[in-house]
Structure formats: C-alpha cells, structure tokens
C-alpha cells in the first residue's frame, strides 16, 4: 500500500476509559432509534471481506464463524461484506445473486441472533462491480487486444497502414513513445490491465446499467429480507459501479453523468425500487464516499449534496467512507489485477500508522461533519456513520459528541479485540487489544487470503475445534477472551 512520503509513526492508546457513570451518559452506549433504525449501542461494525466464501460465492462454516465471533462482542449493528447481486463468477466474495444463496445466508443470520442474544442488528452490503482483467504482457495486449483506430495511424504517420502494420510498429515502442500514441484509457490497459467503465456506454451492457441495476438490487434486497436481515447496506463507495455513477469522473451523455444531479440519478432509482421491494420494517441505508482522492474526484461538497438527496429520498442511515479508488492503484505485476486499495486514495480509506502530520485516526471525521451538517440543515435527522481509525472510547466518544456522526463506524479495532465494547462495559477496558493499523490483514485482504489478524491469528492454535486457515498456520476466528 501507498504510505505518505512523511513516514511519521503514530500509536494506538486506550484513552481514558471510562467509569459506570461515564459509560451510562455516554453517547456510545446509548440506543439509537430512527425510522427503522433501531440500535442498542452507537458501535458499527463495517463491512471487512473476509475471503471466506466458497468459489460459488456461497456461505462457509468459516463465514458463519467469523460473524457469530464478532456478534459475541454484541456490537450495535454488523454490515456482512460486500455481496455481489449477479449471479456471476466472482471468485470466493459472498454472493447473493440467486435464491440458492438464500438459505446459506439464514444459517449466517441464525448464528449472529444467537451470539448476540438478539442485541446485534444485522445488515448486508449489497454490491455491483464492472469486470476487470488481470495484467498482460505488453506485447500480448499490442497484438491481440488494442483496437487500432485512426488516431493510431495519423500520430504514427502511417496512413492506409494496416492494423497488423500498426501493431508491428508499436510492439517496436518504448513506453514514453507508447504513452504518446495510446491514449490515456489504452496505456493504462497496457500497463494495469483493462477494466470497464461506467462511461463505457458503446458497450450495450454498460450503457443498459440504469435499466437493470434497480432490479438487481431490488431481488437482493428481498433475498437478504427473506434470510432474516434487518436490512441492506447500498454499496455505493470505492471503487465499484455505483459509486462510479456518483463520480466526478462520470460523464455518461444519457441522463446519468455529468452533473451532480443526473450522476445521482441512479442511486436514488435503485434505492427506490429496493425500498419499494422491500417490507415497510426493513431497513435501507448507503454507504458513500466523503472525498474520492483521485485528480477530478468528488468532494465533500458533492457529498453533502448526495447525502441532503438520500436523505429525502427516505434512507435510513448513511455511512461515509473515503477514498478506496482504481484510478491511482499501483500497477500490478503480469498475471496480477490492480486493487484499489494500494494507491493513495486507498491509503485514505483504510490508513495505516505509517503516516502524515493528519495521523491515521480520524481523517475522515472532517468531511463526515461536513456531510452531517448538510443534512442536518435541510431538516433531516439521518443518522451518519463516521468511521476510521477509531479505536477507544474516548474517541469514539468524542466523535459522537461533536456531531462528526451519530453512530461509531468501528471496522480493524473490532476484528483485532471482538471484545473490546464488553470490556469498556464490564470495566475490563485494560485489558483492550488495541489494533496497531499495520495493515496485515490488509495485506492478506489484498492478496485474496483468509483475512485475519497478527495480534490473535498464532495464539492456541492447538484449542479444539477451532477452523484455521488453508495452510493450517492460522486461526480464522479471536480467542474467547471473555476470562481476561
Ligand atoms: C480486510 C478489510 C476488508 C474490507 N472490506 C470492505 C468491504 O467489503 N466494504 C466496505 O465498504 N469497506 C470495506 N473495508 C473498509 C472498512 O469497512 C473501513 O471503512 C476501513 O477499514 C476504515 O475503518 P477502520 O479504521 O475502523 O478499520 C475493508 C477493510 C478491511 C481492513
Ligand atoms: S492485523 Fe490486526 S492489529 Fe493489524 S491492522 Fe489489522 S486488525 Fe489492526
């Protein structure tokens, strides 16, 4: 991952934990109730992909394990992992395209009700994303994959040439030579693999994305309704189509890019299908992105805007995320896609301890407030989940007190101490596993492997029972620590 040239280390602490008093007038624990939302505690666990799904996309014991763990710690919501809504080959992500994921994913629901005692809401991300290749050697993408066009010919200055004359010609090439004569979408093909766009729209099946994506959405929605969810999170952040629909960088001519108001078109046409698919009790939220951080992106301003419109469509929270992009992915090796999580814009949606003078906790919560008061100033009282990099009760405290969020949006602290929020409550708080923002489990997250993390993955490995990872190295799930 991409780290900020200042390299400054910053530490995780436990902050000033709180005594019963404390804890019983403290935002944190207290309920929260909007439209459908109902929460027992303010903490929020976001979606995190596990890598634990069969190929097929279906529900493992693994899967099952890694949220009833969690749900043990009784978290006031878990949003499961972004969930594909085709069905279509997707390599080992959850998947809930067809109804014969249904009954997997119940078994899942079943297990985080019991764990929690009923405590826990939980909710699902649903997700669409556009195809994406791996990386090719050059000369195989020059010879078999670049469409030769005219623009080729007259930069070269070989008219009439053939498209096998032009290939010969370019496979000839150095890069800055290449870069000249592709253009920008061509070279980054060539030197990141290619990837579908939403601007794509001489492709019959991206520029029919408006007319099939509330549907998609929609039989989701009503699959994860049908498995026992309290409700469905709207994926529209990062990398992935629907947040592409809410880019700046979206400039479909058809009503659905350009400006803010038609690049929001379709996520609020899919939001209202989903919510008029769904029972009246069953929640709708999105997640969206504060600040994309890519040259040409969205800002906050264009946030605020999204989140004053979801709002008065009806959603039921909205949760802000940042960054997370393709655009300045580092290039991946031949054989290897880009991630979205290696370029800067990644390094400002999961931020590691390795830092600059902003530090890695709290960098979004800015942006966030911006997004809160704009909704807040139109007359809507739609709870926002703030999230990065919160770790303690003090800051998550402070966070909600100040009005940066509603809810704690709390992802790498709970994977590395499921148990941090019953200790605060039971006056255990010394005993915090604090997550050091290493990023080792990203980096597993990266390269498709079980997700884990580095404080708790080695220890009892010889407990009985216990799923460990392919290799037999790791435990999939934290320890019971509910003795310390
Ligand atoms: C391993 C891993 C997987 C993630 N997967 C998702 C995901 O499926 N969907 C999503 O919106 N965010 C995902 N995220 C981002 C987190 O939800 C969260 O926004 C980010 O880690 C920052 O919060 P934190 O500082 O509390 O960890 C993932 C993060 C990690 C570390
Ligand atoms: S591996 Fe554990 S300690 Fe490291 S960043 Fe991930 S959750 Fe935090």
Known sequence: MWKPPEKIRFESTLGHLPDRQALEASKLFSSLSYQRLQLQNRSWLPAMVPWRATNGGEVTPEVVDWYGRFARGKPGAIVVEATGIRDVPSGPLLRIGHDRYTDGLRSLVDRVRQESGGETRLFIQIIDFLSIRRRIK????????????????????????????????????????????????????????????????????????????????????????????????????HAYTMASFLSATNDRHDGYGGKRHDRIRLPLEVFARVRNTVSEDFVVGARFLTDEIIDGGSRADDASYFGVEFARAGMDFL?????????????????????????????????????????????????????????????????VVVAGGIHNFEMAEAALSSGEGDIAGVARQYLADPDWLLKLKSGRGKSIRLCEYTNYCEGLDQNHKQVTCKLWDRTELDEPEILKSHDGKRRLVAPDWSAE
Do not use: W
């Open 319 to 383: 949760s802000l995320s940042r960054g997370g992009k393709f655009d300045d992915a580092k290039r991946p090796k031949v054989g290897a896609s880009a991630y979205p999580y290696t370029g800067p814009s990644g390094y400002e949606c999961m931020p590691q301890f390795i830092s600059d003078a902003s530090g890695p906790f709290g960098r979004n919560f800015a942006d966030t407030a911006q997004v809160r008061n704009a909704v807040r100033d139109e007359g809507f009282e739609t709870p």
């Open 138 to 237: 050059a000369e195989k993408y020059l010879e078999r994959f670049l469409v030769i066009t005219d623009q080729h010919r007259q930069i070269l200055k070989l008219a009439g040439a053939s498209d096998a004359e032009i290939r010969q010609v370019l496979m000839t090439l150095e890069s800055e030579d290449l870069k000249r004569v592709l253009d920008e979408r061509e070279y980054k093909a060539l030197t990141h693999g290619a990837r579908e766009m939403v601007n794509d729209t001489h492709l019959p099946h991206i520029a029919d994305l408006p007319q099939v994506l509330p549907q998609l959405f929609a039989d989701a929605a009503l699959r994860a309704q049908e498995a026992g969810f309290d409700g469905v999170e709207l994926h529209y952040a």
